[in-house]
């Protein structure tokens, strides 16, 4: 029997021998071992629930700049077509804040 086995039945043991004193102060109770043993071999780890593979992914509606940036994005890659991704999400950047904030409302209400 491996040693975590046996220390769980030495505690499993201590355990109900505690709990049988307070039941019954009289009467003495003996401790079938075998049986200890077996519920502690037998019994399985606890798991925590895991998410179903199966469930829909939920997805979010995209942000008012997401939207914006759909948008436009294409537009400065044409007028610049040697920028790097970065430097067109940059200019992405600067044109948002560039828009009033009536002009955001209307890509946010998509």
Not at 21 to 31: G, T
Not at 79 to 85: G, K, L, Q, S, T
Not at 99 to 106: T, V
Request: hydrophobic share 30%; glycine share 4%.
């Amino acid at each position: 029997m491996p040693k975590s086995v046996k220390l769980c039945v030495e505690k499993l043991k201590t355990f109900i021998e505690k709990e049988c004193k307070k039941i019954s102060k009289d009467e003495p109770h003996s401790i079938d071992e075998a049986a200890i043993e077996k519920i502690v071999i037998n019994s399985a780890p606890l798991k925590r629930g895991s998410k179903n593979p199966d469930a829909p992914k939920t997805k979010r509606p995209l942000s008012g700049y997401m939207l914006f940036g759909q948008e436009v994005r294409p537009k400065i890659k044409a007028e610049h077509p040697n920028f790097a991704v970065t430097e067109v999400m940059q200019e992405v950047g600067k044109r948002w804040k560039q828009l009033s904030d009536d002009e955001k409302a209307k890509y946010s209400k998509k």
